[in-house]
C-alpha cells in the first residue's frame, strides 16, 4: 500500500499559478501508475491528469488540458501538478491517487489509494 499527503494549495487570483504536491510513502511508489482528480462543493469528483508509473505517458482532462501539467519525480516519490492560468472553474478540492492499473484514465475505481485532499480557491 501507499500513503499519500497533498500540499501546495491555496488562494490565487484568477490567471494565476500554483504546484501540488502530492509526496508518497514506501520504496514501491514507481511502481504505480497516478493521477489527480478534483471535486467542487455539490459535484461529483472528477478527472484531472494521469501520469504513468515511469512518467513516460500523461493523460489530461479536456478542460485543463494545456493550462496543467502533471509531473513526478520518482527519486523523491512526489507527483506534481503544474497549474497555470487558473480560472475561477477550477477552484475545488484536488486529491492525488494511486493506482495499481498499469494505464488507468479518468475512472475513479481505478485508483487504489488516495490522499486527503488539498483546497484551490481560485478569485476572479
Known amino acids: 500500500q501507499v500513503q499519500l499527503v497533498e500540499s501546495g494549495g491555496g488562494l490565487v487570483q484568477a490567471g494565476g499559478s500554483l504546484r501540488l504536491s502530492c509526496a508518497a510513502s514506501?520504496?514501491?511508489?514507481?511502481?504505480?501508475?497516478m493521477g489527480w482528480f478534483r471535486q467542487a462543493p455539490g459535484k461529483e469528483r472528477e478527472f484531472v491528469a494521469t501520469?504513468?508509473?515511469?512518467?513516460?505517458?500523461?493523460y489530461y482532462a479536456d478542460a485543463v488540458k494545456g493550462r496543467f501539467t502533471i509531473s513526478r519525480d520518482n527519486a523523491k516519490n512526489t507527483l506534481y501538478l503544474q497549474m497555470n492560468s487558473l480560472k475561477p472553474e477550477d477552484t475545488a478540492v484536488y486529491y492525488c491517487a494511486a493506482s495499481r492499473t498499469v494505464y488507468p484514465r479518468s475512472d475513479l475505481n481505478q485508483y487504489d489509494y488516495w490522499g486527503q485532499g488539498t483546497q484551490v480557491t481560485v478569485s476572479s
Open positions: 514506501g520504496r514501491t511508489f514507481s511502481r504505480y501508475a
Open positions: 501520469i504513468s508509473s515511469s512518467g513516460g505517458s500523461t
